[in-house]
């Protein structure tokens, strides 16, 4: 880890993104890049990928909706 992004509230964030991928099969990445494209203001993610398979996860991102209730969890680091 990262100890300027270890903090509790970003471990909650991971344990919030990780049930949602689980509930819905989108993988990690994608829901990730989906909560940036969600964000109520204007976000341009930029990343690099290892592979063909993770550029297809992150792409996934794209057309995922997040229900209304995980995603303000997420945003805001809170139970889900």
Do not use: W
């Amino acid at each position: 880890k990262y100890a300027a992004y270890d903090h509790p509230e970003n471990d909650r964030r991971f344990e919030i993104l990780t049930k949602i991928s689980r509930e819905t099969g989108c993988p990690i990445a994608g829901c990730a890049i989906a909560a940036l494209l969600a964000m109520p203001f204007p976000v341009f993610p930029v990343f690099s990928v290892s592979g063909e398979e993770h550029l297809q996860e992150l792409l996934q991102g794209e057309s995922f909706a997040f229900e209304q209730g995980a995603f303000d969890a997420l945003r805001l680091g809170k139970e889900y």
